[in-house]
């Protein structure tokens, strides 16, 4: 049960963040040539869960205007300790 909610959330947010990016290649930064995203290394950050949301085609328009650059495995944001 957990688990499925867990599946959910994720399902969700990834929708939001795929909508978010459509926005920024669309709508924010229509104009740009491309578009740099520093994103760390979860499954929804990749390019491919833009198809999962959008018709491939779709999709694939709005990849070629993103640049993703991961933050390293190692150093993640989410390893960082504060002091």
Known sequence: MVADIFKLLNSVQSVILQSFR?????IYHGDADIIRLVVDNLN???????????????ACQ??????????????????????
């Open 44 to 58: 929804i950050h990749t390019p491919s869960a833009l198809s999962e949301v959008f018709e491939p085609q779709e």
């Open 22 to 26: 459509k926005d920024l290649v669309d």
């Open 62 to 83: 709005i990849v070629q205007k993103l640049e993703f650059h991961y933050t390293p495995k190692h150093a993640s944001w989410q390893n960082l300790r504060r002091d």
